[in-house]
């Protein structure tokens, strides 16, 4: 298993928390949440996250449009239900037309899972890089700051 900064692994690190229900559904034939459903929590969250922080800009500059361009999960424990999960997430690197999104997901006091999610920005006519104040956005909602 990788290595990951003990600051992934306090909740105090991330700027912005929400909690999302787990569903029977979610479980697999052992009992725990499977992976795509946890795929989709953090998902969940991630919108969420874009939603009530960032979407704001995108109203601003019709045209422009943010594409997932990765994600990349570490399963740290098994989930369970029906205890809902809290994701916390912040903004973890920035560049001239890229993000990340750093995600980390407790369920009772436990993190059970890290998500890094890479956001590539596209301007109306492709080519513009991301503004100055959209980065100054971002910047606001920093993962340890």
Same mark, same amino acid.
């Given at each position: 298993?990788?290595?990951?900064?003990?600051? %992934?692994?306090?909740?105090a690190?991330?700027?912005?928390?929400?909690s999302?229900?787990t569903?029977?559904?979610d479980?697999?034939?052992?009992?725990?949440?499977?992976?795509?459903?946890?795929?989709a929590l953090? /998902?969940?969250?991630?919108?969420r996250?874009?939603?009530?922080?960032?979407v704001?800009?995108q109203?601003?500059v019709?045209?422009d449009?943010w594409?997932i361009a990765r994600? /990349?999960?570490?399963?740290?424990a098994?989930?369970?239900f029906?205890?809902?999960i809290?994701?916390a997430?912040g903004i973890?690197t920035i560049?001239?037309?890229? =993000?990340t999104?750093?995600?980390?997901? =407790?369920?009772s006091?436990?993190?059970v899972?890290?998500?890094?999610?890479?956001?590539?920005?596209?301007?109306?006519?492709?080519?513009?890089?991301?503004?100055?104040?959209? %980065?100054?956005e971002?910047? %606001?909602?920093?993962?340890?700051?």
């Open positions: 298993m990788p290595q990951f900064d003990p600051a %992934r692994l306090d909740p690190s991330y700027p912005y928390s929400t999302v229900e569903r029977f559904q479980l697999d034939p052992l009992g725990h949440i499977n992976n795509v459903a946890m795929a953090f /998902e969940n969250g991630r919108v996250f874009n939603r009530d922080n960032l704001e800009r109203r601003r019709p045209g449009r594409l994600v /990349e999960i570490n399963y740290l098994e989930g369970h029906p205890d809902p809290e994701v997430s973890g560049g001239n037309r890229s =993000w999104i750093l995600s980390a997901a =407790w369920q006091g436990r993190c899972g890290l998500c890094d999610s890479t956001i590539v920005y596209q301007s109306k006519d492709g080519k513009q890089p991301i503004s100055d104040d959209f %980065r100054a971002l910047e %606001r909602w920093k993962f340890g700051g």
